[in-house]
């Protein structure tokens, strides 16, 4: 049956609304990350950054880079799940508390799976912290079967982490931070991905990609 004028725009309105709905509830997790877990807030709208910053290089779509842009922003949510005693602890985990912290991504796909129905976004939040030498969490992914999006964050992650100050080290400066990278590419990141991140760093200049901080 052909939908009335008047049932179209019914069907219009409420998926307007429930879009609307989802949006606002996506601002509230962040504000929510915001009060619970600054640093985290903070790390994540800079990974997101440095995200897009490699993303430039790859010839990526807007709608793309809009799903990069929201898996980036969202990849540490499930850190909401995790005790702050645990995720500021100046001293080394206990074997315990290093599990809990690895649940995260999958805390992550939990929170955001009511609001966000994009499978590539979640996947990149649950991939987020594989390795491409298969020795990641939580699924122990290798190479390829990572995807395209949890390659980029990975190295906008550990890039954003080693150049700021934690509670049990001193911040790295950026030459350090992409040395390790480079010693990482083919192990710990995808050695292409890790090129064009070098390459785009480069090009930014080193003033520039301080500035995204
Ligand atoms: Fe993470």
Redesign the pocket.
């Known amino acids: 049956m052909i939908p009335s004028g008047l049932q179209r725009r019914r069907h219009q309105y409420r998926a307007h609304g429930a879009h609307h709905t989802r949006r606002s509830a996506l601002q509230g997790l962040l504000r929510a990350l915001e009060a619970i877990e600054p640093e985290t807030m903070n790390h994540s709208s800079r990974v997101r950054r440095f995200s897009l910053l490699l993303a430039e290089t790859l010839g990526l779509d807007d709608r793309q880079l809009r799903q990069l842009s929201v898996a980036a922003n969202f990849?540490?949510i499930g850190k909401i799940q995790v005790p702050s005693t645990i995720l500021n602890k100046p001293e080394k985990l206990t074997d315990d508390e290093f599990r809990l912290v690895k649940e995260?991504?999958e805390h992550g796909v939990r929170i955001l799976t009511p609001l966000i129905d994009d499978p590539a976004i979640l996947n990149a939040v649950r991939t987020?912290?594989e390795r491409v030498d298969g020795t990641g969490y939580p699924n122990g992914l290798k190479g390829y079967q990572i995807p395209l999006f949890a390659r980029v964050i990975a190295i906008a992650?550990s890039f954003d982490a080693m150049t700021s100050w934690r509670p049990y080290r001193e911040a790295m400066n950026q030459p350090e931070a992409l040395d390790e990278i480079r010693r990482e590419a083919g192990t710990q990141f995808d050695p292409l991905l890790v090129e064009a991140f070098l390459e785009a760093v480069a090009r930014n200049n080193a003033q520039e990609t301080l500035a995204l901080r």
Do not use: K, R, T, W
Request: glycine fraction near 0%; charge should be negative.
């Open positions: 990849h540490d995260h991504p987020h912290h992650d």
